[in-house]
């Protein structure tokens, strides 16, 4: 596997690592090679059916994090989708009412239980809003929830293409179809795979903004 390039900036007069670039990087104060580097996820796709995953998984947040702290929680991403392949990795927004106190209290119950957890921004390398990003694994090692915890509002884009391709079986069908070659063409590369899918996404987006007929066969 390639060596990822990384680039050290300052937030918040703090230090954090970068590894990547672009949408796909991630960040951590105290990042694990082992976690980071050399982790990298196929895009070896399955026919959703994470539905429990994400129910099982919700719950238990809502039980283990203080009272009051999350806000809302939402499925997002290929495996909210039903019957379309995607990995299997649950995506999951965490909206919560402290960012800062997020930060610091969503590791400090997580960790212990087996998660990593990383400080990373939207997007780039310093873009804000910065959020805590969870990684779940099962019991061979293999992740099964990724856990974006932050800001109100911070994932509109994504749960609203979620909500096009839940509405709009065409937009859906264009997507797996995508999604397949795309996997064949960057097999093991998670990032030039998540890279490639931008196009299609963002043009689905403007046409939902502009209340435009999706032109999906345009893309």
């Known amino acids: 596997m390639q060596a990822k390039e990384q680039v050290t900036v300052t937030y918040s007069r703090k230090h954090v690592l970068c590894l990547g670039g672009g949408m796909s990087a991630f960040c951590a104060e105290n990042p694990s090679p082992n976690s980071l580097i050399n982790d990298s996820i196929s895009p070896a796709l399955l026919i959703s059916a994470e539905q429990p995953l994400f129910e099982q998984e919700r719950v238990?947040?809502?039980?283990?994090?203080?009272?009051?702290?999350?806000?809302?929680?939402?499925?997002?991403?290929?495996?909210?989708?039903?019957?379309?392949?995607?990995?299997?990795?649950?995506?999951?927004?965490?909206?919560?009412?402290?960012?800062?106190?997020?930060?610091?209290?969503?590791?400090?119950?997580?960790?212990?239980?087996?998660?990593?957890?990383?400080?990373?921004?939207?997007?780039?390398?310093?873009?804000?809003?910065?959020?805590?990003w969870c990684i779940k694994r099962n019991a061979t090692g293999q992740r099964t929830h990724h856990l974006h915890f932050g800001e109100i509002s911070f994932k509109t884009d994504e749960l609203r293409f979620r909500d096009i391709l839940r509405e709009q079986s065409v937009v859906a069908a264009a997507y797996a179809e995508l999604k397949l070659r795309l996997a064949n063409e960057h097999n093991a590369d998670r990032i030039a795979y998540t890279k490639a899918k931008g196009d299609f996404i963002q043009n689905i987006l403007r046409q939902a903004r502009g209340n435009a007929r999706y032109d999906w066969q345009s893309v």
């Open 60 to 132: 238990h947040l809502l039980d283990c994090m203080p009272p009051g702290l999350i806000i809302r929680i939402e499925h997002f991403g290929s495996t909210a989708i039903v019957g379309l392949a995607a990995k299997p990795i649950v995506d999951m927004v965490i909206e919560v009412n402290d960012v800062a106190r997020a930060r610091t209290i969503v590791p400090r119950i997580l960790e212990p239980q087996g998660y990593d957890s990383f400080w990373r921004p939207t997007l780039g390398d310093d873009t804000p809003p910065w959020y805590t």
